[in-house]
Protein backbone atom coordinates (compact mmCIF):
# COMPACT_ATOMS: atom_id res chain seq x y z
CA UNK A 1 0.00 0.00 0.00
CA UNK A 2 2.80 2.64 0.84
CA UNK A 3 4.65 1.90 -2.71
CA UNK A 4 1.05 2.32 -4.50
CA UNK A 5 0.16 5.37 -2.43
CA UNK A 6 3.67 6.91 -3.52
CA UNK A 7 3.07 5.97 -7.30
CA UNK A 8 -0.10 7.98 -7.20
CA UNK A 9 1.63 10.92 -5.77
CA UNK A 10 4.18 10.87 -8.14
CA UNK A 11 2.20 10.48 -11.08
CA UNK A 12 -0.11 13.18 -9.89
CA UNK A 13 3.07 15.57 -9.37
CA UNK A 14 3.89 15.03 -12.98
CA UNK A 15 0.39 16.06 -13.93
CA UNK A 16 0.08 18.85 -12.07
CA UNK A 17 3.85 20.10 -13.75
CA UNK A 18 2.14 19.85 -16.67
CA UNK A 19 -1.21 21.88 -15.53
CA UNK A 20 1.13 24.64 -14.79
CA UNK A 21 2.74 24.57 -18.11
CA UNK A 22 -0.44 25.13 -19.32
CA UNK A 23 -1.28 28.00 -16.81
CA UNK A 24 2.06 29.48 -18.01
CA UNK A 25 1.04 28.75 -21.65
CA UNK A 26 -2.59 30.14 -21.09
CA UNK A 27 -1.46 33.60 -19.53
CA UNK A 28 0.90 34.08 -22.58
CA UNK A 29 -2.06 33.39 -25.38
CA UNK A 30 -4.14 36.04 -23.61
CA UNK A 31 -1.78 38.58 -23.36
CA UNK A 32 -0.71 38.20 -26.79
CA UNK A 33 -4.98 38.08 -27.36
CA UNK A 34 -5.27 41.54 -25.40
CA UNK A 35 -2.38 42.49 -27.89
CA UNK A 36 -3.58 42.14 -30.70
CA UNK A 37 -7.17 43.78 -29.32
CA UNK A 38 -5.13 46.77 -28.87
CA UNK A 39 -3.89 46.80 -32.17
CA UNK A 40 -6.84 46.35 -33.93
CA UNK A 41 -7.96 49.77 -31.23
CA UNK A 42 -5.17 51.37 -32.63
CA UNK A 43 -5.26 51.40 -36.69
CA UNK A 44 -9.08 51.86 -36.43
CA UNK A 45 -8.42 55.08 -34.00
CA UNK A 46 -4.84 56.18 -36.53
CA UNK A 47 -7.68 55.60 -39.37
CA UNK A 48 -10.56 58.02 -37.54
CA UNK A 49 -7.29 60.52 -36.42
CA UNK A 50 -5.94 60.40 -39.99
CA UNK A 51 -8.94 61.81 -41.05
CA UNK A 52 -9.35 64.59 -38.58
CA UNK A 53 -5.75 65.46 -39.27
CA UNK A 54 -6.41 65.74 -43.05
CA UNK A 55 -9.56 67.96 -42.76
CA UNK A 56 -7.65 70.20 -39.85
CA UNK A 57 -4.81 70.38 -42.43
CA UNK A 58 -7.42 71.85 -45.11
CA UNK A 59 -9.23 74.06 -42.90
CA UNK A 60 -5.52 75.52 -41.61
CA UNK A 61 -4.65 75.76 -45.69
CA UNK A 62 -8.11 78.02 -46.30
CA UNK A 63 -7.90 79.99 -43.71
CA UNK A 64 -4.31 80.77 -43.88
CA UNK A 65 -5.35 82.00 -47.82
CA UNK A 66 -7.90 83.68 -46.23
CA UNK A 67 -5.90 85.75 -43.83
CA UNK A 68 -3.29 86.44 -46.33
CA UNK A 69 -6.76 88.24 -48.90
CA UNK A 70 -7.79 90.17 -45.18
CA UNK A 71 -10.98 88.08 -45.11
CA UNK A 72 -10.41 86.61 -42.24
CA UNK A 73 -9.11 87.72 -38.43
CA UNK A 74 -5.49 86.59 -36.62
CA UNK A 75 -7.91 84.99 -34.00
CA UNK A 76 -9.58 82.64 -36.35
CA UNK A 77 -6.60 81.84 -37.52
CA UNK A 78 -4.40 80.74 -34.96
CA UNK A 79 -8.11 78.39 -33.76
CA UNK A 80 -7.48 76.71 -37.18
CA UNK A 81 -3.41 76.34 -36.49
CA UNK A 82 -4.21 75.19 -32.93
CA UNK A 83 -7.06 72.67 -33.91
CA UNK A 84 -4.04 71.22 -36.65
CA UNK A 85 -1.35 71.11 -33.89
CA UNK A 86 -4.25 69.19 -31.27
CA UNK A 87 -4.97 66.68 -34.43
CA UNK A 88 -1.25 66.04 -35.25
CA UNK A 89 -0.39 65.13 -31.74
CA UNK A 90 -3.13 62.92 -31.08
CA UNK A 91 -2.17 60.96 -34.14
CA UNK A 92 1.50 60.85 -33.11
CA UNK A 93 0.87 60.06 -29.64
CA UNK A 94 -1.59 57.09 -30.76
CA UNK A 95 1.05 55.78 -33.47
CA UNK A 96 3.80 55.88 -30.55
CA UNK A 97 1.26 53.68 -28.53
CA UNK A 98 0.66 51.10 -31.36
CA UNK A 99 4.24 50.94 -32.00
CA UNK A 100 4.70 50.01 -27.97
CA UNK A 101 1.60 47.50 -28.58
CA UNK A 102 3.68 45.67 -31.54
CA UNK A 103 7.01 45.32 -29.57
CA UNK A 104 5.42 44.32 -27.24
CA UNK A 105 3.54 41.48 -29.79
CA UNK A 106 7.20 40.81 -31.28
CA UNK A 107 8.61 40.22 -28.14
CA UNK A 108 5.92 37.22 -27.07
CA UNK A 109 6.36 35.82 -30.86
CA UNK A 110 10.06 35.22 -30.33
CA UNK A 111 11.38 38.23 -32.01
CA UNK A 112 9.52 37.32 -35.61
CA UNK A 113 8.73 40.43 -36.93
CA UNK A 114 4.46 40.51 -36.52
CA UNK A 115 1.77 43.31 -37.64
CA UNK A 116 -1.55 43.38 -36.61
CA UNK A 117 -3.77 45.61 -39.83
CA UNK A 118 -7.11 44.45 -39.17
CA UNK A 119 -8.95 47.78 -37.91
CA UNK A 120 -12.05 45.99 -36.71
CA UNK A 121 -12.44 45.12 -32.80
CA UNK A 122 -13.12 42.03 -32.07
CA UNK A 123 -16.11 40.79 -30.09
CA UNK A 124 -19.45 39.70 -29.67
CA UNK A 125 -18.81 36.36 -27.53
CA UNK A 126 -20.95 36.62 -24.30
CA UNK A 127 -22.63 33.09 -23.07
CA UNK A 128 -26.83 33.35 -22.57
CA UNK A 129 -26.38 31.33 -19.72
CA UNK A 130 -23.98 32.29 -17.18
CA UNK A 131 -23.95 28.85 -14.73
CA UNK A 132 -24.05 26.48 -17.64
CA UNK A 133 -21.10 28.29 -19.53
CA UNK A 134 -19.20 28.24 -15.90
CA UNK A 135 -19.67 24.81 -15.39
CA UNK A 136 -17.70 24.11 -18.44
CA UNK A 137 -15.11 26.70 -17.99
CA UNK A 138 -14.65 25.80 -14.04
CA UNK A 139 -14.25 22.45 -15.06
CA UNK A 140 -11.57 23.31 -18.00
CA UNK A 141 -10.01 26.27 -16.38
CA UNK A 142 -6.09 25.14 -15.66
CA UNK A 143 -5.83 27.10 -12.57
CA UNK A 144 -8.96 25.22 -10.99
CA UNK A 145 -7.55 21.85 -12.32
CA UNK A 146 -4.59 22.22 -10.66
CA UNK A 147 -6.17 23.23 -7.40
CA UNK A 148 -7.99 20.41 -7.80
CA UNK A 149 -5.20 18.21 -8.42
CA UNK A 150 -2.90 19.78 -5.11
CA UNK A 151 -6.09 19.11 -2.97
CA UNK A 152 -6.13 14.78 -4.56
CA UNK A 153 -2.56 14.80 -3.44
CA UNK A 154 -2.94 15.78 -0.01
CA UNK A 155 -5.49 13.27 0.41
CA UNK A 156 -3.64 10.72 -0.71
CA UNK A 157 -0.82 11.79 1.34
CA UNK A 158 -3.00 11.19 3.98
CA UNK A 159 -3.90 7.53 2.81
CA UNK A 160 -0.14 7.02 2.43
CA UNK A 161 0.79 8.39 6.06
CA UNK A 162 -1.96 5.86 7.32
CA UNK A 163 -0.12 3.28 5.03
CA UNK A 164 3.12 3.53 6.90
CA UNK A 165 1.70 2.82 10.15
CA UNK A 166 0.78 -0.37 9.33
CA UNK A 167 3.25 -3.76 10.09
CA UNK A 168 6.15 -3.99 7.70
CA UNK A 169 5.67 -7.96 6.69
CA UNK A 170 9.14 -9.44 5.28
CA UNK A 171 9.05 -12.33 3.36
CA UNK A 172 11.78 -14.37 1.08
CA UNK A 173 14.71 -16.85 0.70
CA UNK A 174 17.91 -16.34 3.28
CA UNK A 175 21.53 -17.54 2.57
CA UNK A 176 23.67 -16.77 5.25
CA UNK A 177 27.54 -17.75 5.07
CA UNK A 178 29.69 -18.78 7.95
CA UNK A 179 33.08 -20.02 8.68
CA UNK A 180 32.57 -23.57 7.76
CA UNK A 181 29.01 -23.60 7.05
CA UNK A 182 26.17 -22.15 4.68
CA UNK A 183 22.87 -21.23 6.26
CA UNK A 184 19.82 -21.14 3.61
CA UNK A 185 16.07 -21.37 3.79
CA UNK A 186 13.08 -19.43 3.89
CA UNK A 187 12.94 -16.20 5.97
CA UNK A 188 10.10 -14.02 7.49
CA UNK A 189 10.14 -11.21 9.30
CA UNK A 190 7.48 -8.19 10.39
CA UNK A 191 8.45 -4.56 11.74
CA UNK A 192 6.12 -2.67 13.88
CA UNK A 193 6.26 1.73 13.36
CA UNK A 194 5.98 2.56 17.07
CA UNK A 195 7.28 5.97 16.87
CA UNK A 196 8.64 6.55 13.22
CA UNK A 197 5.36 8.20 11.96
CA UNK A 198 4.45 9.60 14.66
CA UNK A 199 2.15 12.84 13.99
CA UNK A 200 2.57 12.25 10.51
CA UNK A 201 -1.38 10.74 9.73
CA UNK A 202 -2.48 14.11 12.14
CA UNK A 203 -0.34 17.12 10.00
CA UNK A 204 -1.32 15.03 6.50
CA UNK A 205 -4.78 15.79 7.10
CA UNK A 206 -4.24 19.03 8.51
CA UNK A 207 -2.87 19.60 5.13
CA UNK A 208 -5.76 17.92 3.24
CA UNK A 209 -8.28 19.96 5.40
CA UNK A 210 -6.32 23.21 4.51
CA UNK A 211 -6.35 22.37 0.77
CA UNK A 212 -9.83 21.76 0.76
CA UNK A 213 -10.36 25.17 2.10
CA UNK A 214 -8.38 26.72 -0.43
CA UNK A 215 -10.14 24.69 -3.48
CA UNK A 216 -13.45 26.00 -2.41
CA UNK A 217 -12.63 29.25 -1.87
CA UNK A 218 -10.45 29.47 -5.32
CA UNK A 219 -13.44 27.84 -6.89
CA UNK A 220 -15.60 31.31 -4.89
CA UNK A 221 -13.55 33.90 -6.47
CA UNK A 222 -12.97 32.44 -10.03
CA UNK A 223 -16.53 31.97 -10.24
CA UNK A 224 -17.15 36.24 -8.94
CA UNK A 225 -14.65 37.07 -10.95
CA UNK A 226 -16.28 35.64 -14.03
CA UNK A 227 -19.28 36.86 -12.54
CA UNK A 228 -17.99 40.65 -12.43
CA UNK A 229 -16.66 40.20 -15.80
CA UNK A 230 -19.73 39.10 -17.43
CA UNK A 231 -21.78 42.10 -15.78
CA UNK A 232 -19.11 44.40 -16.98
CA UNK A 233 -19.27 42.95 -20.32
CA UNK A 234 -23.03 43.68 -20.50
CA UNK A 235 -22.69 47.70 -19.47
CA UNK A 236 -19.64 48.04 -21.99
CA UNK A 237 -22.12 46.68 -24.96
CA UNK A 238 -24.94 48.62 -24.09
CA UNK A 239 -22.71 52.23 -23.56
CA UNK A 240 -21.00 51.18 -27.09
CA UNK A 241 -24.37 50.77 -28.68
CA UNK A 242 -25.69 53.97 -27.30
CA UNK A 243 -22.61 55.66 -28.76
CA UNK A 244 -22.66 54.50 -32.14
CA UNK A 245 -26.05 55.28 -31.60
CA UNK A 246 -25.08 59.13 -30.87
CA UNK A 247 -22.52 59.46 -33.61
CA UNK A 248 -24.89 58.86 -35.89
CA UNK A 249 -27.35 61.18 -34.85
CA UNK A 250 -24.75 64.38 -35.06
CA UNK A 251 -22.78 65.83 -37.79
CA UNK A 252 -19.40 63.64 -38.92
CA UNK A 253 -15.76 65.32 -39.24
CA UNK A 254 -16.39 65.42 -42.63
CA UNK A 255 -19.89 67.03 -42.66
CA UNK A 256 -18.82 69.62 -40.13
CA UNK A 257 -16.26 70.35 -42.48
CA UNK A 258 -18.35 71.09 -45.72
CA UNK A 259 -20.24 73.37 -43.14
CA UNK A 260 -17.30 75.41 -42.77
CA UNK A 261 -16.56 75.70 -46.18
CA UNK A 262 -19.92 76.82 -47.21
CA UNK A 263 -20.13 78.97 -44.37
CA UNK A 264 -23.17 77.49 -42.77
CA UNK A 265 -21.23 77.01 -39.24
CA UNK A 266 -18.30 79.39 -37.72
CA UNK A 267 -14.66 78.40 -37.27
CA UNK A 268 -14.94 78.33 -33.91
CA UNK A 269 -18.53 75.82 -33.50
CA UNK A 270 -16.54 73.81 -36.14
CA UNK A 271 -13.56 73.24 -33.59
CA UNK A 272 -16.08 72.58 -30.69
CA UNK A 273 -18.42 70.52 -32.49
CA UNK A 274 -15.44 68.39 -34.25
CA UNK A 275 -13.80 67.47 -30.64
CA UNK A 276 -17.49 66.33 -29.01
CA UNK A 277 -17.76 64.05 -32.12
CA UNK A 278 -13.78 62.99 -31.80
CA UNK A 279 -14.42 62.18 -28.28
CA UNK A 280 -17.43 60.31 -28.91
CA UNK A 281 -15.87 58.34 -31.40
CA UNK A 282 -12.98 57.34 -28.80
CA UNK A 283 -15.38 56.59 -25.86
CA UNK A 284 -17.24 54.45 -28.69
CA UNK A 285 -13.84 52.18 -29.12
CA UNK A 286 -12.66 52.65 -26.04
CA UNK A 287 -15.58 50.65 -24.68
CA UNK A 288 -15.51 47.88 -27.60
CA UNK A 289 -11.94 47.43 -26.79
CA UNK A 290 -12.70 47.31 -23.10
CA UNK A 291 -15.67 44.88 -23.67
CA UNK A 292 -13.32 43.02 -26.52
CA UNK A 293 -10.55 42.45 -23.71
CA UNK A 294 -13.04 41.35 -20.90
CA UNK A 295 -14.21 38.49 -23.39
CA UNK A 296 -10.82 37.37 -23.96
CA UNK A 297 -10.52 37.06 -20.37
CA UNK A 298 -13.67 35.33 -20.14
CA UNK A 299 -12.50 32.63 -22.27
CA UNK A 300 -8.88 32.37 -21.46
CA UNK A 301 -9.45 28.70 -20.33
CA UNK A 302 -10.33 27.64 -24.00
CA UNK A 303 -6.96 29.38 -25.39
Not at 17 to 30: C, D, G, H, N, T
Given at each position: TVYYWRKKIADGQSSL???????????????AKTLCIDLAYYNALTKELQRRLDDAQTIMDTWQK?????????????????????????????TVDREASRSELVRLNGGVEIDVTDDVIPGGFLPA??????????????ELMAIRLEQSLAESSVKLATSEWMP???????????????????????????????????????????????????VSQYYNSLKNKYSRVLGLQKASAE?????RGIDSSASLAKALQAGEISLA?????????????????????????LEAEMNAWQL
Open positions: AEMQYAQSRKAVLLERYDLGEASILDLNKAKLNLLTARKELEMTDFESWFESASEQSPKVNFGYVSEREAGAIQQGIGAGISIPLWENRGRVKAAKARAAASAARTEDAYRDMLDYVLENTVWYEALVETLQAERDCAV
